[in-house]
């Protein structure tokens, strides 16, 4: 009895490692090039809202000059 409780945590043991290295492979992803790494990041990764209103605010028109810098050409 004791022989066999032991094979069975061997067994277990191994099970666990098994779904271990499935969930690795799974995870593991392989791209050709670099940018195609980059789109696959850029579609799965969501972009805080705070950063994304100040990414579409510099994005944004520019604001008018005044003119003495179109003027002076600063």
Do not use: C, Y
Not at 11 to 26: K, M
Not at 39 to 55: E, F, N, Q, S, Y
Request: aromatic share 6%; proline share 8%; no cysteine.
């Amino acid at each position: 009895m004791k022989h066999q409780s032991k094979f069975t945590s061997h067994q277990s043991g191994q099970e666990q490692q098994h779904a271990q290295n499935q969930a690795q492979e799974q995870s593991a992803l392989e791209f050709p090039t670099v940018e195609e790494m980059l789109r696959h990041d850029a579609k799965h990764t969501r972009v805080p809202p705070t950063i994304a209103h100040r990414l579409q605010e510099s994005i944004g028109p520019a604001p008018p000059r005044s003119w003495w810098r179109r003027l002076f050409g600063s």
